[in-house]
T-cell receptor, first 112, second 114 residues
């Protein structure tokens, strides 16, 4: 079945360092979404990418969608302690138009 | 604006006891509704989703069930809890119509089965 994979599973950085998480799908995606879950909280939608090769920025966060629409990345420049959390990518389920397949997430720890 | 509520926030239940978790959405009509489970430190597992009243799709076999008695109400139930049912249960919604397909999550219920 369709799989969405993320690497790395964990990342520990010093505040001010950059961070990147990668997402790969076993199938071509019509769109990809990114969510952030703070420790003890619930996932919060960050952004959706739709076009091949699309790049979107939100302040220090840069999101990319691959040309083949099977991979994506989230890059954080100069991490801050407020960036701590787990970042999930998700793509539409190929069997259902209503469900999303989430990656297992990348947990980011930022130490001051 | 739309809001999603879940209760209770935390729950400790003995093995073999029943379960009922409730989720309600305000400020929207005809939403798609979803139940996820997240084990400690793990990803999101889709349990059920619903595209309308009385319409439930199950994603994984388990001893849980879901019901949607009203348009904006989604209930997760079990007749007899297992230890493996412990986890963080999240309800989510998305607009049924339109091109937006991002999901919005409720605050979740932390269930510990003892």
């Amino acid at each position: 079945g369709q799989q969405v994979m993320q690497i790395p599973q964990y990342q520990h950085v010093q505040e001010g360092e950059d961070f990147t998480t990668y997402c790969n799908s076993s199938t071509t995606l019509s769109n990809i979404q990114w969510y952030k879950q703070r420790p003890g909280g619930h996932p919060v939608f960050l952004i959706q990418l739709v076009k091949s090769g699309e790049v979107k920025k939100q302040k220090r966060l840069t999101f990319q969608f691959g040309e083949a629409k099977k991979n994506s990345s989230l890059h954080i420049t100069a991490t801050q302690t407020t960036d701590v959390g787990t970042y999930f990518c998700a793509g539409p389920d190929s069997n259902s138009g209503y469900a999303l397949n989430f990656g297992k997430g990348t947990s980011l720890l930022v130490t001051p | 604006s739309q809001t999603i509520h879940q209760w209770p926030a935390t729950l400790v239940q003995p093995v073999g006891s029943p379960l009922s978790l409730e989720c309600t959405v305000e400020g929207t009509s005809n939403p798609n509704l979803y139940w996820y489970r997240q084990a400690a430190g793990r990803g999101l597992q889709l349990l059920f989703y619903s595209v309308g009243i009385g319409q439930i799709s199950s994603e994984v076999p388990q001893n849980l069930s879901a019901s949607r008695p009203q348009d904006r109400q989604f209930i997760l139930s079990s007749k007899k809890l297992l230890l493996s049912d412990s986890g963080f249960y999240l309800c989510a919604w998305r607009p049924r119509l339109g091109r937006a397909n991002e999901q919005y999550f409720g605050p979740g219920t932390r269930l510990t089965v003892t």
